[in-house]
């Protein structure tokens, strides 16, 4: 699974629909409304690199009211849910 992480500008007065917009695209597993230099973060997971083009800038970057997107390409992922399951291997509750 290839994680990626969309950094989104969007029209500000209509952050709450373009969010719920991209949160339905097939391949977009989670977005979040954040502060700084940009109004949305979405994850983007897929099989293969290639699905990648067809979701961001063939799916996000066409939802009408987003601006421009950057795109961060995850090398490996640390999770603290991974953590606390690996650890509990073996272990009864």
């Known amino acids: 699974m290839i994680t990626s992480i969309v950094l989104i500008k969007t029209d500000v007065d209509r952050i709450p629909e373009?969010?719920?917009k991209i949160?339905?695209?097939d391949g977009v597993s989670e977005v979040y409304s954040v502060t700084g230099?940009?109004?949305?973060?979405a994850l983007v997971r897929v099989a293969r690199h290639?699905?990648?083009?067809?979701?961001i800038p063939g799916r996000i970057s066409k939802v009408q009211g987003v601006?421009?997107?950057e795109t961060h390409i995850a090398f490996r992922t640390y999770s603290q849910h991974d953590?606390?399951?690996?650890?509990a291997i073996g272990l009864d509750s």
């Open 83 to 87: 953590l606390e399951a690996a650890f």
């Open 23 to 25: 949160a339905t695209l």
């Open 67 to 69: 601006t421009s997107t």
């Open 50 to 55: 290639d699905d990648l083009a067809e979701v």
């Open 37 to 41: 230099a940009y109004d949305l973060i």
């Open 18 to 20: 373009i969010a719920e």
